[in-house]
């Protein structure tokens, strides 16, 4: 089945639109994966519950937008030079190793695989606490996927673009609608509702000891800015590779931390939310519950429509992001462009169909690995500055190594019931990964040097630099 909103039945068109976006479409693009399920109920919930640890998120995305400026532009120009279309054809060309191309290819599905499956949960959610029907929630999870599919399987790339146009306006509209309705119900606005937070709640206004401490908020915003900064998320890449030119880029990095003060929003309600709710109120229902309590119904239409919005727009991005990683880069190329676009759009109803199965039947499956895209990804991220170098001075091997080692520490981690306290897992898994990226690239080159330096003088073919070994 070919795309029928596509200009050509190609993947490259599907996927990146030909890399002629413009400055407006690629912000609107890259604004749009700033607001998420999390952006609207996660991050009021957080705030409920932690407080100003909430604020780790304005952090993270300052700090990521810090080093995007100078990896986004980078990445384009690698794309264009060499028509990457994924994530894994960097590494599988920079590294010179098809194999560690498909590893990357594998890591980058899985493990954004939990992130669909969040998206998808939190349309139900959405919907769930705009109605007050608990079986509405599960048919507008089946709903939802069933129009995210049918939406990326016509449109591709460029249906993701124009709905983001929609989806931040509405965004906008309904944000703007809560930070005065919200604080305005709560008895006073902004400064009336912290100074009595202040008098009633004082530790929610500092870092203290718990679940949300100095600890935990300075390391999850380090893995999150790791994670985010140096492009380790696969579904980040097709907005990058989009665009017109890496000026455009760089543009949007500079000014795109002023459209994400607009995730304070989310904060100041769940402080509301903690003046106006009982203490066992679910976390994820704090934003939509305060929105039923001081909006009249229609704007809490509003409301709900655009969180749901944000929820399509970004599953949708994931579906492309994890269908292309396996059409592409994971599934042997035969039949030509249309019969790999076939196989991309099945990989889309498979990807959307498994997520939600196990929303659907077994949420609790998915919960632990939720805790592991940002940091499993973020294992991602030695191998991908020393790709981005001008001349990459990492072999395949350590290169390989390291991103399982890290990969496989951190599932240990998580799984194996260690007690690390409140420091972030993913952070942690980056020091046995930098060690033994490192180590193993340092004993490969004294191995090298021991090695007799012989030339092959039979062989006319020239030969991979030692550097670009391939695995």
Known sequence: MAAAGTNRAELGEWTVGERRFSTATSWFLQAGEAFTTFSF????????????????????????????????????????????????????????????????????AVFLLPYLQLQITGLGLIVQLATGSSAGADLSMILATALTVAFVLWSGIRGIARAAYLKDVLMVLALIVLVIAVPAAAGGGIGHLFSVVQDLHPDLLTLHHGDFDRTWFTTAMLISGIGAGFNTMPHLWPAVLSARGSRALRSNYVWLPLYQVALAVPIIVGFAGVLALSAGAAGNSVLLTL?????????????????????????????????????????????????????????????????????????????????????????????????????????????????????????????????????????????????????????????????????????????????????
């Open 41 to 108: 109920l996660g991050l009021a919930g957080l705030a409920f519950s932690g407080g100003v640890g909430a604020t780790y998120a304005l952090g993270y995305l300052a700090l990521s937008l810090i080093g995007q400026y100078f990896t986004g532009p980078r990445i384009w120009r690698l794309g264009r030079d060499h028509g990457y279309l994924t994530q894994a054809d960097m590494f599988a060309h920079r590294f010179g190793s098809p194999l560690l191309g498909k590893v990357v290819a594998v890591i980058g």
């Open 291 to 471: 929105a039923h309590h001081s909006l009249p119904g229609w704007l809490v239409g509003l409301v709900a429509v655009a969180a749901a919005a944000a929820a399509m727009v970004l599953s949708a991005a994931i579906v492309m992001g994890i269908s292309t990683l396996v059409s592409h880069n994971l599934v042997p190329a035969r039949g030509g462009e249309r019969a790999r676009l076939r196989v991309n759009h099945v990989c889309v109803v498979l990807a959307s169909g498994l997520a939600l199965v196990l929303g659907l039947a077994r949420p609790d499956i998915l919960a632990n690995l939720l805790l592991l895209t940002y940091g499993g990804l973020s294992q991602l991220a030695p191998a991908t500055v020393m790709a981005l170098a001008a001349r990459n001075r990492l072999a395949a091997g350590p290169a390989l190594l390291g991103i399982l080692t890290g990969v496989g520490t951190l599932t240990w981690l998580t799984f194996g019931g260690s007690n690390v306290g409140t420091v972030d897992t993913g952070l942690i898994a980056l020091v046995p990964n930098l060690v033994v990226t490192f180590g193993a690239q340092a004993l490969l080159r004294v191995r090298r040097r021991r090695a007799p330096a012989e030339a092959p003088l039979q062989s006319a073919e020239p030969s991979v630099p030692a550097d670009r070994a391939v695995v």
